[in-house]
């Protein structure tokens, strides 16, 4: 029983212990943990800008959706440069840029 007495009292105060013990487990046992809540933020960061960027392709894209439909000379320049066709009278080079090496 010698040890008791040299705890300090603060040490001994219930309310004190009880509030640690919260702290602690809100900090890392709960299921909404703080650490979680970091981590869930980060991939939440990441999924914004991953929208942001499907949203501008959707655009482009249908930009280019309105140029095939309503030009005829865009949609024969797609076709030409997608999908290498060409008229019976022309001759089609393709030439393939070097592989980069990294």
Partial sequence: ???????????????????AFF???????????MLSLFDRRDKLNELEKSQQHLKMLI????????????NIQGTERYARETFMMKKDNEDLFIIKSAPENK
């Fill in 1 to 19: 029983m010698k040890l008791l007495t040299y705890i300090p009292s603060w040490l001994k105060n219930k309310f004190l212990l009880i509030g």
């Fill in 23 to 33: 702290i602690v487990w809100m900090v890392f046992f709960d299921q909404k943990d």
């Fill in 59 to 70: 655009i482009e894209t249908n930009k280019q959706q309105d140029l095939l439909i309503n």
